[in-house]
């Protein structure tokens, strides 16, 4: 059984930063891609950026240019910088292994809060 566990999240004001960790437990995650995941209140779950193993990455529109994602193979560890952030922002963030553009586990962690004040 996989598991992911999200970390980093908090309150911030509005233009503020933080880092988000996910550590994802199995022996595939070098080879595999990693995402994150939003969900705000009331909101279906949206995909907010993506990796491959070779470090490629993709983010939604609008997140570019303010976040960041990263990995470390050797912590099994995937990074969400986010920078200049905005009020709808605000939302609970997940972490997944992806397989063909989808999120490839149905048991996400309990994923971390990130709220931002204006």
């Known amino acids: 059984q996989v598991q992911l566990v999200e970390s980093g999240g908090g309150l911030v004001q509005a233009g503020g930063s933080l880092r988000l960790s996910c550590v994802a437990s199995?022996?595939?995650?070098?080879?595999?891609?990693m995402g994150w995941y939003r969900q705000a209140p009331g909101k279906q779950r949206e995909e907010v950026a993506i990796i491959t193993r070779t470090g490629n990455t993709n983010y939604a529109d609008s997140v570019k240019g303010r976040f960041t994602i990263s990995r470390d193979n050797a912590k099994n560890t995937v990074y969400l910088q986010m920078n200049n952030l905005k009020p709808e922002d605000t939302a609970v963030y997940y972490c997944?292994?992806?397989?063909?553009?989808?999120?490839?586990?149905?048991?996400w962690g309990q994923g971390t809060q990130v709220t931002v004040s204006s």
């Open positions: 997944n292994y992806v397989m063909t553009g989808i999120p490839m586990y149905t048991n």
């Open positions: 199995g022996s595939l995650f070098s080879i595999s891609s």
